[in-house]
């Protein structure tokens, strides 16, 4: 039990158009979904933290304007990355959770690639 | 200073050795720690919860010391299969935000034949 898809799996684009990133909770309801964006030989960084319902929380340094996060449903959040350049290339992992923000479940990661 | 702090490695040892890994943490409001494995262009899987009182899962130890804010994780008797990047994870409460967790550069393992 708690699978968590991402979609796409990697994703090439050129500078300056916007990529969306869905995330999907498969079997279960996830109050909460987590945004984190990974750069090589880096640690996990928390993007952004989602409720179903209201506005994403976004952690300091992060533009809420250029990573546009939808959180719908109790199944689907999705991190849009607006006007893309290559310093955006990284790898996105969303997680997702439902009865503590410390038990969390980890998408399989979205490598974007920005030309 | 880093909110969670590990060597990066790489750490290359033989298959059977014992490796230790050390991770230190610099808010002491931290409550929980975690252990987790993430593999090459993977997304990170929970290895193991860290207690003060210690805990083992097979060949995996960890330790939580509190007073010097320091984990520990030990790995018996090294596997090709244990070739990865080890993260040490803490947790934050947030008053009004939820907590999160905070995750460390990482370790990185090479097990070698």
């Known amino acids: 039990g708690a699978v968590v898809s991402q979609h796409p799996s990697w994703v090439i684009c050129k500078s300056g158009t916007s990529v969306k990133i869905e995330c999907r909770s498969l079997?279960?309801?996830?109050?909460?979904m987590f945004w984190y964006r990974q750069f090589p030989k880096q640690s996990l960084m928390l993007m952004a933290t989602?409720?179903?319902?209201?506005?994403?929380?976004?952690e300091q340094g992060v533009e809420k304007d250029k990573f546009l996060i939808n959180h719908a449903s109790l199944t689907l959040s999705t991190l849009t990355v607006t006007s893309a350049h290559p310093e955006d290339s990284s790898f996105y992992i969303c997680?997702?959770?439902?009865?503590?923000?410390?038990?969390?479940?980890f998408g399989p990661g979205t490598r974007l690639t920005v030309t | 200073r880093k909110e969670v702090e590990q060597d990066p490695g790489p750490f290359n040892v033989p298959e059977g050795a014992t490796v230790a890994f050390n991770c230190t943490y610099s808010n002491s409001a931290s409550q929980s720690f975690f252990w987790y494995r993430q593999d090459c262009r993977k997304e990170p899987k929970l290895l193991m919860s860290v207690y003060s009182s210690g805990n083992e899962d097979g060949r995996f130890t960890a330790q939580l010391n509190r007073a010097s804010q320091y984990i520990s994780l030990l790995i018996r008797d090294s596997k090709l299969s244990d070739s990865a990047t080890y993260l040490c994870v803490g947790t934050l409460h947030r008053r009004n935000q939820g907590g999160k967790l905070i995750f460390g550069q990482g370790t990185e393992l090479s097990v070698k034949p």
């Open positions: 997680s997702a959770s439902f009865e503590t923000p410390y038990e969390q479940y």
């Open positions: 079997d279960f309801q996830a109050t909460t």
């Open positions: 989602s409720n179903e319902g209201s506005k994403a929380t976004y």
